[in-house]
């Protein structure tokens, strides 16, 4: 039997019980990408929003040193890689065909998969790396007004909560997107497995 399922042909059809409804099945992977995507959109507006506010008050904060403004450019370099690289996916997100056979269904949802790994174990590296790197250089400048134990509560602070982001939010995150969407592949294998074996 052919690998390219037709999942039109399939809903028409009537008296098969042990199947299962592959309409509510599609219906929850669309549901699914439409989510991630609309994250996705919200969190370009969000980092726009920061860039631009970062970019603002670059250019309004008298920098007297080069490490400020450098910090500045690492944290505007960051976001904008960042960005860059997830809004990769979005034409994947966008992509919907209900016409479609479960197969190459199964195959859109396997590549988003495989984007996001990628985008979980290397972007985000990056992205933290170049954001902290220039939030160090950034704060420099006004650290070395502060009193030393200011400055400490401002280094802990600021970089407690980049240490919590990244050891705890962020797993805790990415193994929520990868649980929903393992899944949606796994049930969309089993319906393909299942429509073989007739």
């Given at each position: 039997m052919s690998d390219n399922i037709d999942f039109k042909a399939l809903w028409n059809k009537e008296g098969i019980s042990d199947i299962p409804n592959t309409k509510e099945l599609f219906e929850k992977a669309d549901g699914l990408k439409r989510k991630t995507r609309n994250?996705?959109?919200?969190?370009?507006?969000?980092?726009?929003?920061?860039?631009a506010f970062i970019l603002y008050i670059g250019f309004n904060i008298d920098n007297e040193q080069l490490t400020t403004k450098i910090?500045?450019?690492?944290?505007?370099?960051?976001?904008?890689?960042?960005?860059?690289?997830?809004?990769?996916?979005?034409?994947?997100?966008?992509?919907?065909?209900?016409?479609?056979?479960?197969?190459?269904?199964?195959n859109q949802l396997i590549s988003i998969k495989h984007k996001q790994e990628f985008l979980n174990k290397v972007m985000i590296t990056i992205y933290f790396i170049l954001l902290s790197a220039g939030l160090f250089l950034y704060m420099l400048q006004f650290v070395m007004k502060m009193s030393i134990g200011w400055g400490t509560i401002s280094f802990v602070l600021s970089f407690g909560w980049i240490a919590f982001s990244w050891f705890y939010l962020r797993p805790r995150n990415i193994k929520k997107k990868q649980r929903a969407l393992n899944e949606m592949i796994t049930k969309l294998e089993a319906v393909n497995g299942q429509l073989r074996d007739e």
């Open positions: 994250r996705l959109i919200g969190l370009n507006l969000m980092l726009l929003v920061t860039a910090g500045i450019m690492l944290i505007i370099i960051a976001i904008v890689s960042y960005l860059i690289a997830y809004n990769q996916q979005l034409p994947m997100l966008f992509k919907t065909n209900m016409q479609s056979s479960s197969q190459e269904y199964l």
